[in-house]
């Protein structure tokens, strides 16, 4: 099993591009979710999925928009690319293990815009 | 809403030396609690977890307890290694259906030989 996958790696943006940032597991997990990390600060929530075609937003949805088609792709959009938006971008998805829920992550992509 | 505080970094040891990352928590009903780490470069990386009072989660040395009477979640272990270097995540799941991960801010830890 390859888990996580995420591309790009690394991106640069210029203010006002878009770009989707991709995502794929092969462990058939259900949930899959998007963090973002900036630097000195734990991740926090941008949006998750509980199923192909269920999408909802997390703690810091603004500027981005996702969508589930399928069980093991769930792709983050940025629309208009902001330098608030710099930041490294982490994908999930959850096994479940009895009533203990892990989550495993990508490697992720890190995107400078400027 | 739910929140994870753990210590400020960064914390820097010499190996073979004790290590405790504090980490104490704020949620209503009964969350599982996990330890992640990150290496440099890499993503997360699940070390342990526990998901009642008093459970202790154990994984490659490091141990963490549960303890609901002080809300804390708190990373040891006995003998650092150099190889141990890497930024640690406390972490909490609400018992919601999507059972979301709430993270504190993480402690960098740099183990010297």
């Known amino acids: 099993n390859a888990g996580v996958t995420q591309t790009p790696k690394f991106r640069i943006l210029k203010i006002g591009q878009s770009m989707t940032l991709q995502c794929t597991q092969d462990m058939n997990h259900n949930y899959m979710y998007w963090y973002r990390q900036d630097p000195g600060m734990g991740l926090k929530l941008i949006y998750y999925s509980v199923g192909a075609g269920i999408t909802d937003k997390g703690e810091v949805p603004n500027g981005y928009n996702v969508s589930r088609s399928t069980t093991e792709d769930f792709p983050l959009r940025l629309e208009l690319a902001a330098p608030s938006q710099t930041s490294v971008y982490f994908c999930a998805s959850r096994r479940e293990t009895g009533t203990s829920y892990e989550q495993y992550f990508g490697p992720g992509t890190r995107l400078t815009v400027t | ?113």
Request: proline share 4%; with cysteine.
């Open chain 2, 1 to 113: 809403g739910d929140s994870v505080t753990q210590m400020e970094g960064p914390v820097t040891l010499s190996e073979e030396a004790f290590l405790t990352i504090n980490c104490t928590y704020t949620a209503t009903g009964y969350p599982s609690l996990f330890w992640y780490v990150q290496y440099p470069g890499e993503g997360l990386q699940l070390l342990l977890k526990a998901t009642k009072a008093d459970d202790k989660g154990s994984n490659k040395g490091f141990e963490a307890t549960y303890r609901k009477e002080t809300t804390s979640f708190h990373l040891e272990k006995g003998s650092v290694q150099v190889s141990d270097s890497a930024v640690y995540f406390c972490a909490l799941s609400d018992e919601g259906g999507s059972e979301k991960l709430v993270f504190g801010k993480g402690t960098k830890l740099t183990v010297n030989p």
